[in-house]
DNA sequence: AAGAAGTCCTGGGCGC
DNA sequence: TGCGCCCAGGACTTCT
């Protein structure tokens, strides 16, 4: 699953390798991943423009092309880009190819179709941006337990789907909410607005340790996720509890359970996270 | 408005 | 052995 580490990761990979390039053509076995513009209208506006940068908002990678477009890729659940030569063998569930100047192509893989593609204007005049209601930024050293408390103000729903949700706060997903809440010793069914101080700065913190140091082990492998060469992150040596029901807690050795919490499966650890 | 539930999609795991 | 059921979840839509 493609969170905010996994994202970051990509785009570090790609920046050196696609700057600077052009995009001459795009292909897609499956043009329904592209939800604005048209397909037609998509390929026109890619088709020829040179890649001038990569950013990362939440988890939409951005292109910003020569054209002052901005081609943008979400991966959704699935969705990896790889970066391959034009010869190598296509690998199964490709949705998307965008063949690059010289014989390097980005390949779209997505098997479960969760990804989206856009191409808009940079500027937002277009039409807004896929992110233009999202949270702040937990990795920006703007982001602070203040601006957290502030964004879960007032919400009575419980804690975990809040974090899933990305207006509160951007880039989070299943693995790392399971993560930075076992972190913070904070059960994903409290309500938001029983949160403590104590608890909105420990959670807050965690949030940033986890994914400061997932980015830092360049992303978690979950059953799907490869970098931009086809290989797995090292983050998920470090999970605590996601993926991990029955093994002991790190921390007091109770076994992790896994239920499920707003419809996700949630890891914790029933001593350290009470109710 | 906010919260909760339903929806999409398909490979893989599991039960019979 | 082989078939078919059901699960996984990010983000959007629908409903209450």
């Known amino acids: ?30 043009p329904g991943e592209v939800i604005w513009p048209s397909f037609d209208d998509f390929v026109t506006r890619v088709r020829g423009r040179t890649i001038t940068s990569l950013s990362r908002r939440g988890k939409y990678a951005i292109f910003t092309l020569d054209s002052g477009d901005a081609l943008i890729v979400h991966r959704g659940m699935t969705g990896s880009l790889l970066l391959r030569r034009a010869e190598q063998a296509m690998e199964p569930h490709v949705r998307m190819v965008f063949h690059l100047a010289g014989e390097d192509e980005l390949r779209f893989k997505d098997p479960r179709k969760f990804g989206k593609a856009y191409v808009m204007q940079s500027n937002g005049a277009e039409r807004p941006m896929p992110w233009h209601r999202m949270g702040p930024e937990p990795l920006n050293s703007s982001f602070s337990a203040g601006l957290l408390a502030e964004a879960l103000k007032g919400r009575r729903a419980l804690i975990k789907p809040l974090l899933l949700n990305q207006q509160v706060v951007a ?105």
Do not use: W
């Open 1 to 30: 699953m493609p969170e905010l580490p996994e994202v970051e990761t990509m785009i570090r990979d790609l920046t050196p390798l696609v700057v600077g390039r052009t995009i001459e053509g795009v292909e897609a076995a499956f």
């Open 171 to 275: 880039g989070l997903g299943n693995i790392y909410v399971d993560e930075s809440l076992f972190r913070a010793n904070i059960h994903p069914e409290r309500r938001a607005n029983t949160l403590t101080d104590d608890e909105m700065v420990r959670l807050h913190q965690a949030i940033t340790e986890v994914l400061g140091e997932a980015v830092e082990g360049r992303g978690t492998t979950f059953q799907t996720y490869t970098d931009v060469n086809g290989r797995a992150g090292n983050f998920q040596r470090r999970l605590q509890v996601f993926g991990r029901n029955g093994q002991p807690c790190p921390r007091c050795g109770t076994p992790i359970i896994k239920t499920r919490v707003g419809g996700r499966g949630t890891y914790t650890c029933p001593t350290c996270q009470r109710p």
